[in-house]
Antibody, heavy 121, light 107 residues
Framework: QLQLQESGPGLVKPSETLSLTCTVS??????????WGWIRQPPGKGLEWIGN???????YYNPSLKSRLTVSVDTSKNQFSLRLSSVTAADTAVYYC?????????????WGQGTMVTVSS | DIQLTQSPSFLSASVGDRVTITCRAS??????LAWYQQKPGKAPKLLVY???TLQSGVPSRFSGSGSGAEFTLTISSLQPEDFATYYC?????????FGQGTKLEIK
């Protein structure tokens, strides 16, 4: 059974870089059927799609974050990562990694449990 | 960006009720719409994809319909475990966007 697990610091200082890793277990990240994505949710608010990456490395970013965002993949470790630079309090959120399946089901069908990241000095 | 507007934002209902949530897109998205259920402190769970296809393992009391720019999620007979927040998401084009959510509460 495929599982995703986010990891990274829970506290980041303003203006610094937020770095998270998603480890995929129970399946391979090296597949043409899937994209791998990041979604976040500020406390008490709705969901925001951050970006996707394909196993070959092609990326798709939310324009609202694009200038600060880097998503990368390491197929040898079965992981993909997010880096968000110059963070502010507005970046405080639960960050989820998820699998986006192409075809059936055509959606984010497997999610990590999420990790809370607080931006504060 | 494609905007998704859900209505209502809050819904109070009783066990056994039939409820419908609507999701309207700012432009046509064919059938590239998914519905998720989220409970407090948990990750979203996929319920419906391609507007009307039930994800494996999801109870048949859930159903989705629509295409183009207007979509609905219906729960035919509410069960206690259905009280949660529901989100629609469009996957027609980047950037993917979500509706603002519909919080379903017990009356």
């Amino acid at each position: 059974q495929l599982q995703l697990q986010e990891s990274g610091p829970g506290l980041v200082k303003p203006s610094e870089t937020l770095s998270l890793t998603c480890t995929v277990s129970g399946g391979s990240i090296y597949s043409s059927r899937y994209y791998w994505g990041w979604i976040r949710q500020p406390p008490g608010k709705g969901l925001e799609w951050i970006g996707n990456i394909y196993y070959r490395g092609s990326t798709y970013y939310n324009p609202s974050l694009k200038s600060r965002l880097t998503v990368s993949v390491d197929t040898s470790k079965n992981q993909f990562s997010l880096r968000l630079s110059s963070v502010t309090a507005a970046d405080t959120a639960v960050y989820y990694c998820a699998r986006r399946t192409m075809g059936a089901p055509d959606a984010f069908d497997v999610w990590g449990q999420g990790t809370m990241v607080t931006v504060s000095s | 960006d494609i905007q998704l507007t859900q209505s209502p934002s809050f819904l109070s209902a009783s066990v056994g009720d039939r409820v419908t949530i609507t999701c309207r897109a700012s432009q046509g998205i064919s059938s590239y719409l998914a519905w998720y259920q989220q409970k407090p402190g948990k990750a979203p769970k996929l319920l419906v994809y391609a507007a009307s296809t039930l994800q494996s393992g999801v109870p048949s009391r859930f159903s989705g319909s629509g295409s183009g720019a207007e979509f609905t999620l219906t729960i035919s007979s509410l069960q206690p475990e259905d009280f949660a927040t529901y989100y629609c998401q469009q996957l027609n084009s980047y950037p993917y966007t979500f509706g603002q959510g519909t919080k379903l509460e017990i009356k």
